[in-house]
Antibody, heavy 120, light 107 residues
Framework: EVQLVESGGGLVQPGGSLRLSCGAS????????MSWVRQAPGKGLEWVAN????????YYVDSVKGRFTISRDNAQDSLYLQMNSLRAEDTAMYFC?????????????WGRGTLVTVSS | DIQLTQSPSFLSASVGDRVTITCRAS??????LAWYQQKLGKAPKLLIY???TLQSGVPSRFSGSGSGTEFSLTISSLQPEDFATYFC?????????FGGGTKLEIK
């Protein structure tokens, strides 16, 4: 069974940093593209970032470029999102999601999410 | 960026009804469209990918169609567990984008 478990969320002041983690199990992690998707309270879904199997390709939504960094450790079956210079509008539930073997594959499996709140 | 416009935003229907949700893309995305269902407080669940391919384990009352810029998700006979919010997502171009969502409520 595919499992994705996010951690690292919490309350942070504007301008602060957080590092989200996602532990994966139940599949061969290193063979899949992976994503972060967020959802602000009461709002829709927003794709944040994708990373290729070997980390050689990374893509971001414009609003986080230069502030967020997606990375992965295939030896540890883990996905990360380093978030710097956080803003109030980054407040959201952050989901880790598994894609497929190609970048145009959808998110077939999702974690439960970790909540990030940016507030003073 | 590719904009996805879902309609309607809200839909009130009864158990047993046939409902259709549409998703219009601002430019051609071929067949790179997925549909998700999200229940309150839960993660999204993939229903359809490549516009019309049913994800494993998803009931056959769900179907998708379309290509290019016009897509639809149809539920042939609504069941109580289908009342949720539905999102489309395009995977043709970065940045990947989602539609605004359609909330399906019980009439």
């Amino acid at each position: 069974e595919v499992q994705l478990v996010e951690s690292g969320g919490g309350l942070v002041q504007p301008g602060g940093s957080l590092r989200l983690s996602c532990g994966a199990s139940g599949f061969i992690f290193k063979t899949y593209w992976m994503s972060w998707v967020r959802q602000a309270p009461g709002k829709g879904l927003e794709w944040v970032a994708n990373i290729k199997q070997d980390g050689s390709e990374k893509y971001y939504v414009d609003s986080v470029k230069g502030r967020f960094t997606i990375s992965r450790d295939n030896a540890q079956d883990s996905l990360y999102l380093q978030m710097n210079s956080l803003r109030a509008e980054d407040t959201a539930m952050y989901f880790c999601a598994r894609n497929g073997i190609s970048r145009q594959w959808p998110n077939s499996d999702w974690g439960r999410g970790t909540l990030v709140t940016v507030s003073s | 960026d590719i904009q996805l416009t879902q309609s309607p935003s809200f839909l009130s229907a009864s158990v047993g009804d046939r409902v259709t949700i549409t998703c219009r893309a601002s430019q051609d995305i071929s067949f790179y469209l997925a549909w998700y269902q999200q229940k309150l407080g839960k993660a999204p669940k993939l229903l359809i990918y490549s516009a019309s391919t049913l994800q494993s384990g998803v009931p056959s009352r769900f179907s998708g169609s379309g290509s290019g810029t016009e897509f639809s998700l149809t539920i042939s006979s609504l069941q109580p567990e289908d009342f949720a919010t539905y999102f489309c997502q395009q995977l043709n171009n970065y940045p990947l984008t989602f539609g605004g969502g359609t909330k399906l409520e019980i009439k």
